[in-house]
């Protein structure tokens, strides 16, 4: 082997120990990179289920407030026809006089 060819020798045993180092710092970083991606849906995905048992008892009373208000509507408009009907009754020239 000549010296030419041994010094090309050693300069692409230097670029490759350097393209290996970097390689695996690459393949680390990517590693890290899906580790915590994967704990971030873990965390948004426990925030929302944790959130849906803390609001849970709330979103099953909905439907009876619901059903309530309606009653309460209904029964103002009930009261209110009736009134209508009692005004129509009675005479319109019937004024308090002071």
């Given amino acids: 082997m000549t ?5 090309l ?9 350097e393209n290996n180092k970097i390689l695996r710092g690459i393949r680390r970083s ?3 990179s ?6 971030y849906w873990i965390v948004i995905l426990a925030v929302s289920f944790g959130s849906y048992y ?6 099953k009373l909905l439907p009876n407030v619901i059903g309530a208000v ?3 509507v209904s ?3 009930a009261a209110m026809q009736q009134l209508k009907a009692l005004q129509s009754v009675l005479p319109a020239s019937s004024t308090v006089k002071k």
């Fill in 3 to 7: 010296p030419e060819e041994k010094s």
């Fill in 9 to 17: 020798l050693e300069q692409v045993r230097k670029l490759s120990e």
């Fill in 30 to 32: 990517n590693r890290v």
């Fill in 34 to 39: 899906s580790i915590f991606h994967i704990f």
């Fill in 54 to 59: 803390f609001i849970e008892p709330y979103v």
């Fill in 70 to 72: 309606q009653g309460d």
């Fill in 75 to 77: 029964s103002a408009n």
